[in-house]
């Protein structure tokens, strides 16, 4: 069968995520494609002194990247050490041009006797190319620490009984949420990682990418479970939320199982950065790190809400005939504008500003209906932030849930604008995959829509054809 990777089902996106390190950051920000807790990484390779000779080579190595030295400490050797490009880590690098051919000879052969044992690294300089992994110099840790851990819906079995911690959903659904894990990134590797903590008796969660894998019992399997990031099911809980006024993971599920008769999960059209990344081995295309970040815990995303400035003393002329007029006809003139010209017009007269929050938060909310924080303060599952291994090792994870307690007090002209800005720069990446998340959930929404209409059509023709005696 070969490499196979398994995909969240919200999200699409593989669990098979690498992140190479840059210099300036511990061994611990880089992790493989096998997972964040399994101790590997991206490797490299040593380089031959033929790639340094000026004659032969084009002299363009790499784009500043690094090799970084991951053997025992018993094997390191003082005078090498020395010579590491490093100040606390046995590390060169790649481009070896500038170093004395007498020191480059003596890394090169240390880098050679190493490569049999896989203990070398490859670390990402400012221009590198590698598509390994996404780069530490384009997507930070945090934003990419949940990126390989999985939670499994799992089939309920008919002796379950509910357990402390449980959701709601939990109880009255089929399926309920196994523990965390973070390394069962690929079918081969389902047997060997197990879930934690165990929930309800199970902690090996099998994850299953086709329902109709389950109906035809391809695998002869006792249970299964539906791969899932904890944040992506927090996002489609957010969007039923908006569209039906309540939580309904059961929409999801009934979605999922829909590809038993076909209707499967692939014709949910997936976004071109999804169609791009996927393939046997996940490809880190550059720009598509946000395809890798959380998007309910985003780093910064706090300082976009800043309280309301006072009412200021006496504003000047034309600010009041604007903001005098009354609150119907500002609306009927902002239905005019982009919520960009809104803002700025908001910008240049402090009144106006304070007297138009509640139209402009309600435009925002309308055009982006995923920034949940403008209207919802529903908590964050406690399965968003973690690792598996936060969770062993007791480890509190960074991040913090924004929970707007007050929505009149917040300046929400400078909230879009600061938004908006970061955006441009390519910052914010778990507002970028939100955005895409809640996009996807809204079709699988579309489509349960349909199904339920369908199905409350064919009760009332069942009904009829009863009580007409048919
Ligand atoms: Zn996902
Ligand atoms: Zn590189």
Not at 363 to 371: M, T
Request: proline share 5%; glycine share 8%; hydrophobic share 35%.
């Amino acid at each position: 069968m070969g490499h196979s990777e398994i995909a969240c089902q919200i999200c699409g996106v593989s669990f098979a995520l690498a992140r190479i390190r840059t210099p300036q950051e511990p061994p611990t920000a880089a992790w493989s494609n096998h997972g964040t807790t399994d101790g590997g990484y991206v490797w490299s390779w040593a380089p031959e002194e033929d790639d340094f000779d000026d004659e032969k080579s084009d002299g363009n190595v790499a784009g500043g990247c690094m090799i970084a030295v991951r053997a025992d400490r018993d094997h390191e050797d003082g005078d090498l050490l020395a010579l590491s490009q490093h100040p606390e880590e046995e590390m060169y690098l790649e481009d070896m041009h500038g170093i004395p051919k007498h020191d480059r000879a003596k890394i090169l052969k240390r880098l050679r006797d190493l490569e049999g044992k896989y203990c070398l690294e490859h670390v990402a300089g400012p221009e590198c190319g590698n598509g390994d992994g996404y780069h530490g110099n384009r997507i930070s840790v945090e934003e990419m620490r949940t990126c390989s851990t999985m939670q499994g819906l799992v089939k309920k079995p008919s002796d379950w009984e509910p357990e402390d911690g449980d959701e709601d959903f939990e109880r009255s659904e089929g399926y309920f949420l196994s523990g965390l894990v973070d390394s069962v990134t690929t079918v081969d590797s389902l047997y060997y990682e197990s879930s934690h903590p165990k929930r309800h008796g199970c902690d090996n969660i099998l994850p299953t990418m086709w329902y109709r894998d389950i109906v035809n019992d391809t695998f002869h399997m006792d249970f299964y479970s539906i791969a899932i990031h904890p944040a992506c099911l927090e996002t489609f809980k957010r969007a039923t939320l908006h569209r039906y006024d309540r939580v309904d993971v059961g929409a999801f599920i009934q979605w999922w199982e829909m590809d038993s008769d076909g209707k499967s999960l692939s014709r949910i059209e997936d976004d071109a950065d999804v169609r791009a990344g996927r393939s046997q081995w996940w490809q880190h295309i550059q720009g598509s790190e946000y395809l890798a970040a959380n998007p309910c815990f985003v780093p910064n995303l706090d300082k976009a809400f800043l309280p309301l400035a006072p009412q200021s003393a006496s504003p000047a002329g034309h600010e009041e005939i604007f903001s005098s007029l009354p609150s119907e006809i500002r609306g009927l003139i902002f239905n005019h504008l982009s919520l960009e010209d809104i803002s700025n017009l908001l910008l240049a007269s402090p009144l106006l500003n304070r007297c138009s929050q509640d139209d402009l938060r309600r435009r925002l909310i309308l055009e982006w209906p995923w920034l949940w924080e403008a209207w919802s303060k529903l908590e964050y599952s406690a399965w968003v932030g973690p690792t598996a291994r936060d969770l062993r090792e007791s480890v509190k994870p960074p991040g913090k849930q924004v929970v707007i307690s007050d929505t009149d007090a917040v300046n929400w002209g400078s909230a879009f604008r600061w938004i908006s800005r970061q955006r441009s720069n390519d910052e914010l990446k778990g507002l970028r995959n939100r955005q895409r998340i809640w996009k996807r959930s809204g079709e699988i929404l579309d489509r349960i829509d349909q199904l339920r209409k369908y199905e409350e059509l064919a009760k009332d023709a069942s009904v009829l054809s009863i009580s007409q005696g048919r």
